[in-house]
């Protein structure tokens, strides 16, 4: 009987998608949660007039001010939060060769 291994019928909400252009890209940081963790930065993204924080190990994202960019989010009573290893450069097929 393997498989699934939720309880009830109850069905998992969607994840939400975002694409747009990244208008401003603020990054705060090094964090230390607790020993042992790796330094964390919170990064405070605005697309398309919406805000969204990502948090991340990396110093760097692979993304600028300009580019257009696709991520899955959660909303949450502190704002919108970006899912960890989803945030990427938007490609556009027709420009694409």
Same mark, same amino acid.
């Given at each position: 009987?393997? @498989?699934?291994?939720?309880? +009830?019928?109850?069905?998992?909400?969607?994840?939400?998608?975002?694409?747009?252009?990244? #208008?401003?890209?603020?990054?705060? @940081?090094? &964090?230390?949660?607790?020993? +042992?963790?790796?330094?964390?930065?919170? &990064?405070?993204?605005? !697309?398309?007039?919406?805000?969204?924080?990502?948090?991340?190990?990396?110093?760097?994202?692979? !993304?600028?001010?300009?580019?257009? !960019?696709? &991520?899955?989010?959660?909303?949450?009573?502190? @704002?919108?939060?970006?899912?960890?290893?989803?945030?990427?450069?938007?490609?556009?097929?027709?420009?694409? #060769?």
């Amino acid at each position: 009987m393997a @498989g699934g291994f939720r309880r +009830g019928k109850r069905q998992r909400t969607p994840k939400l998608e975002a694409r747009g252009e990244l #208008q401003s890209l603020e990054r705060e @940081g090094p &964090f230390k949660e607790w020993l +042992g963790m790796p330094d964390l930065y919170r &990064f405070h993204l605005v !697309v398309d007039g919406e805000a969204y924080s990502y948090q991340t190990e990396e110093a760097e994202l692979g !993304v600028a001010v300009g580019d257009r !960019v696709v &991520f899955r989010y959660k909303e949450t009573k502190a @704002g919108n939060w970006v899912d960890r290893n989803s945030l990427a450069k938007a490609i556009d097929p027709s420009s694409y #060769q």
